[in-house]
């Protein structure tokens, strides 16, 4: 039987999570922990985490549009690529072992460390550059994210930032609305498969959907009102990085 305490434990962390994941991502990685240290199957864990997501996605979502910066329209390019994508990934995940993703992870997350630290100018772009952002090349990078954040969402955040940032010059603020809305999109098809299978603690899952709303709204109120936001998004996003490739590299075990 699940405590009081431990569901302060999921709200306080659970809004911390939502945070980090609409400012940059892999935020899961400390809700996924906490419900698995709380006794959760893996799968059970993941399919619980699933609607603290779609949450927090829609109050970031919402947040950045009444404020102007998200155009539901005009995402439609990035956003349906990703979304189709996402369907791929999530039966390419069914046939791959666990050890096999952690590596694929691992190589991902290494490859955008090095981007964050060598191409800093790119990502504190002060403003998107007026391009076309509707081509071939950029949809089909959406579609491959896509299968990416199907096969697993952890570290989704940081790909779909890089490709917004680095191929469509759009700057952090830009992009981040337009990431929180494809997450979304990503979320809801996966959540109601969790719940057709009944892998979803809902009263577990509603106390983390509340927490992590409430650190979206947060992180989207500093996104925009922060003059500095590029900065602290740039530095999160290095940290993130960071912590995935010691976390599916196991190196905490050299340690």
Do not use: C
Not at 22 to 40: K, P, R
Not at 60 to 88: C, E, I, N, R
Not at 101 to 118: D, K, S, W, Y
């Amino acid at each position: 039987m699940t405590e009081w305490y431990e569901y302060l434990a999921v709200l306080f962390l659970g809004s911390v999570a939502g945070f980090i994941n609409t400012l940059a991502g892999s935020g899961s990685m400390i809700t996924l922990s906490l419900l698995m240290f709380m006794g959760l199957p893996a799968t059970l864990a993941n399919g619980t985490n699933r609607l603290g997501i779609v949450f927090q996605s829609v109050t970031g979502a919402y947040q950045f549009h009444k404020a102007g910066k998200l155009d539901f329209a005009k995402t439609t390019w990035f956003s349906l690529p990703a979304l189709l994508g996402s369907l791929v990934g999530a039966w390419i995940a069914t046939m791959l072992d666990a050890k096999q993703m952690e590596q694929a992870i691992g190589v991902v997350m290494v490859f955008m460390l090095v981007i964050l630290l060598f191409k800093p100018e790119k990502w504190l772009r002060e403003n998107s550059e007026i391009i076309e952002r509707k081509t071939i090349l950029n949809m089909l990078l959406a579609f491959l994210v896509g299968i990416y954040g199907g096969f697993i969402m952890i570290g989704v955040g940081i790909l779909i930032l890089g490709v917004l940032v680095l191929k469509a010059r759009m700057n952090l603020a830009e992009s981040n609305a337009v990431k929180i809305l494809t997450v979304f999109l990503f979320s809801l098809p996966v959540l109601a498969i969790y719940a057709f299978q009944e892998q979803i603690d809902w009263l577990l899952a509603s106390v983390l959907a509340i927490g992590q709303a409430v650190g979206a709204w947060f992180a989207s109120q500093f996104a925009l009102n922060n003059p500095q936001a590029n900065v602290w998004i740039h530095r999160l996003l290095i940290l993130d990085a960071s912590v995935s490739i010691i976390k599916f590299f196991r190196l905490y075990e050299i340690w």
